[in-house]
């Protein structure tokens, strides 16, 4: 199972960064956007959005389930079972 846990604000020597803790199976790994210090204001917190899409394709390729521990959002798990209902749709002996 990958996991994307909240994603946290950080500053960093060139910038700010837009990180979250990732979980694929036991192995703890960290997923981060940097932007230069001007454009922090365009970073939020409370959307996993970017991580969604960084890992889509690994998602698919491991056949793992993917889950959110997020605030308020449930977007992701929509998009589980959008690719859930897709996978029986075009892979039926999958």
Not at 31 to 50: G, I, K, P, S, V
């Amino acid at each position: 199972m990958i996991i994307i846990n909240q994603p946290k604000l950080v500053k960093s020597k060139s910038g700010t960064r837009l990180q979250a803790e990732i979980d694929i199976d036991v192995k703890r790994k960290y997923l981060w956007y940097e932007l230069e210090n001007m454009f922090q204001h365009f970073l939020t917190n409370e959307r996993a959005d970017a991580f969604l899409v960084a890992l889509i394709c690994l998602r698919t390729l491991l056949t793992l389930d993917l889950l959110g521990k997020l605030n308020s959002y449930n977007s992701i798990f929509n998009m589980q079972n959008y690719f859930n209902e897709r996978k029986k749709l075009y892979c039926p002996s999958y």
